[in-house]
């Protein structure tokens, strides 16, 4: 069993950037894919972007390719999520799971409790 804890959300205008820290807890990080999924008011929860275990594989959703960066340290048991060029349809609650990879996305098994992130026009 792996536990996840977000940080990093805040306000920031459009075009801006922010990142965002999950930290996880456990010996057995290593073992799985890693993912951001996020939850706009009033929206279903969609995925963001996934780094497999060895972090030498992504995938990301087509809403924020070429903006956000998702990476890993296994050594230090952190996902990180880079997001640039911030736009209004960013703004959610942001939540880290850890899951299995799959190049259609990532199946979550575990989450955070979420982070907010706001991006007004």
């Known amino acids: 069993q792996v536990q996840v804890v977000e940080s990093g959300g805040g306000l920031v205008q459009a075009g801006g950037s922010l990142r965002l820290s999950c930290a996880a807890s456990?010996?057995?990080?290593?073992?799985?894919?890693m993912g951001w999924f996020r939850q706009a008011p009033g929206k279903e929860r969609q995925f963001v972007a996934t780094?497999?275990?060895?972090?030498?594989?992504?995938v990301y959703a087509d809403s924020v390719k070429g903006r956000f960066t998702i990476s890993r340290d296994n050594a230090k048991n952190t996902v990180l999520l880079q997001m640039n060029s911030l736009k209004p349809e960013d703004t959610a609650v942001y939540y880290c799971?850890?899951?299995?990879?799959?190049?259609?996305?990532?199946?979550?098994?575990?989450w955070g409790q979420g982070t907010q992130v706001t991006s007004p026009q």
């Open positions: 780094i497999s275990r060895s972090g030498t594989s992504t």
């Open positions: 799971a850890a899951g299995s990879y799959s190049t259609q996305g990532m199946i979550p098994r575990y």
């Open positions: 456990g010996r057995t990080f290593s073992t799985y894919a």
